[in-house]
């Protein structure tokens, strides 16, 4: 497309409500510049030099004047793809700053007010604070280390004194606005400026923007209802971006499709790519996404708070990253239950709230979980003993209690149990260890005593063999009474001592409970 045919169009051209007409990004100035041509072009051609200078001088701050999402450690220019991500939720960010405005001003003061909420590009779960901005690090050792502050210059401008480039600066300016319209909606046409060196000025760009979002809008309210799809939600802007580099990086060869949409995550399946120099990538991979909305998230506080390992963090965190404290306690809790031979997902790798496993199930059919699967009745006693086994397993070698233990987080493959979905597991010494445990009991006894497995112990003496206490209750009341008391006497232990109760350890003889 001609550019000079664009700025000749008027803006108003475009369908869209009164308040865009009135142009939120700047009036469309037609008056031209004061100055002269030449005037213009030194100025430029100075400008040029300048900044020519300044790449050789500092290469990665100028390749990053803009916004806080882009900073030096994770940009990666050579990529188009990612770059157009980049650009496109800056765009969004301030799509949806100006909406605010906006939205301000036309409620006023009133009692009744009317939402632009639906008109949002960006969730406002979405909206991020930079300072957990680290994008693409190795998160496997300590994911959770203090951020590197940013190097982003949030002033708006590089250099000093006289040297100094805006983000005003025409040329960035310009080429930015062309490599921008690659941001329209597929179906606008942008014609073929995107590559080539075209400098579009604001004034322009910004009728453009303007025309390319009133059709988005437009086609949008034909064929779209008003609530996203619910994996969609989960996977915001930034998630997508970290989806894209495992695929760009070639670590994954392909993201399939979605296995599951839980209220906190959301599963997709995936085709390993290449091999690491460390790390060999399964054929098939699970991609957990920890959902970012935060009030699913709010009633499990109680697993992780009083999880000492985690102790230290939780109260400095912001919401954000503890549900990346999810993430890390599932791959923490998936390789020690590897170690101790436990069949489960092995851990590929963990990106921020997005952790990568191999997938159990075959050509992208998940294994069956334990409740949708009709075992034969010698599956289904064999399928008992291995869990009891592994129950045993992840207490004593693992020093682990499941926490959400039942036929769902089951599943049936290669004639076997696989357990998943630990993120929310503890240690036995958690100060609710014990009862989570005696609920895993509950659920697993039911459920194989229901499956017809005449052999199933019930939950009181699962929870025995399994933890090697020796309650002896007979009663559910009094059980859970007496699991409550050993629950405190070893908090009061930790608390007077710094150290828990050595009937809790879980190296030795089984501890023996004594009344
Ligand atoms: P949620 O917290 O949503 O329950 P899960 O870890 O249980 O999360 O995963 C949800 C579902 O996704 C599981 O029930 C299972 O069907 C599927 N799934 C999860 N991880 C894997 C995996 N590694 N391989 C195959 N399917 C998986
Ligand atoms: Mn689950």
Request: aromatic share 8%; glycine share 6%; net charge negative.
């Amino acid at each position: 497309m001609d550019p000079v045919e664009v700025a000749a169009a008027p803006p108003e051209a475009g369908p869209g409500p009164a308040w865009r007409s009135k142009c939120p990004w700047g009036a469309p100035n037609t008056a031209s510049m004061s100055c002269s041509l030449a005037d213009v072009m030194s100025e430029q051609l100075a400008k040029e030099l300048q900044l020519e200078e300044e790449s050789a001088a500092f290469p990665e701050v100028v390749a990053v004047a803009e916004g806080p999402l882009i900073t030096a450690e994770n940009v990666d220019t050579s990529s188009d793809l990612m770059l157009a991500q980049m650009l496109q939720m800056e765009f969004d960010r301030e799509y949806d700053a100006q909406l605010r405005r906006e939205e301000k001003k036309i409620n006023g003061d009133s009692k009744v007010s009317i939402s632009f909420e639906n008109y949002r590009k960006v969730h406002p779960y979405d909206s991020d604070s930079s300072e957990d901005e680290v994008d693409w690090q190795d998160t496997r050792h300590d994911p959770y280390r203090a951020d590197k502050p940013t190097t982003t210059p949030r002033k708006g401008f590089i250099g000093k004194g006289k040297d100094i480039t805006t983000k005003h600066d025409e040329v960035v300016c310009g080429r930015k606005n062309t490599a921008r319209m690659e941001n329209f909606a597929p179906e606008f046409q942008v014609g073929d400026g995107i590559g080539m060196d075209l400098k579009l000025s604001n004034q322009v760009f910004n009728a453009l923007k303007q025309h390319a979002y009133s059709e988005e809008r437009r086609s949008a309210r034909l064929h779209e209802k008003k609530e996203h799809s619910t994996a969609e939600k989960a996977v915001d802007p930034k998630t997508r971006l970290l989806l894209y580099k495992m695929v760009n990086s070639g670590m994954l060869e392909t993201i399939t499709g979605c296995i599951s949409t839980g209220k906190e995550s959301v599963v997709f399946h995936a085709y390993g790519g290449n091999a690491t120099e460390d790390k060999v990538i399964p054929p098939e991979c699970a991609i957990k996404v920890f959902k970012t909305t935060l009030n699913e998230f709010k009633n499990r506080d109680k697993y992780i708070k009083d999880d000492y390992r985690f102790k230290d963090r939780f109260s400095k965190l912001n919401p954000r990253k503890v549900i990346r404290m999810w993430a890390e306690k599932e791959m923490h809790n998936l390789t020690r239950m590897q170690n101790a031979g436990i069949p489960c997902p092995e851990v590929v790798i963990l990106k921020k709230h997005v952790l990568v496993m191999s997938f159990i199930g075959q050509d992208q059919v998940p294994a069956p979980k334990l409740k949708d699967v009709t075992l034969s009745s010698e599956d289904m006693k064999k399928a008992y003993y291995q869990v009891l086994n592994m129950m045993q397993q992840l207490y004593k070698e693992c020093n682990l209690v499941h926490a959400d233990l039942s036929e769902y987080n089951m599943l049936w493959h290669d004639g076997k149990v696989w357990f998943i979905d630990v993120s929310q597991s503890v240690e036995p010494t958690h100060p609710h260890g014990l009862e989570f445990l005696f609920r895993d009991c509950k659920n697993v006894s039911q459920f194989f005593q229901k499956g017809g497995v005449a052999e199933a112990l019930n939950e009181r003496e699962l929870f025995n063999a399994v933890s090697g206490f020796n309650i002896t209750a007979d009663n559910e009341v009094d059980f859970q009474e007496e699991i409550e008391a050993l629950e405190k006497m070893n908090e009061d232990h930790v608390q007077n001592h710094g150290k828990k109760l050595a009937m809790f350890s879980s190296d030795g003889d089984p501890p023996i409970y004594d009344e």
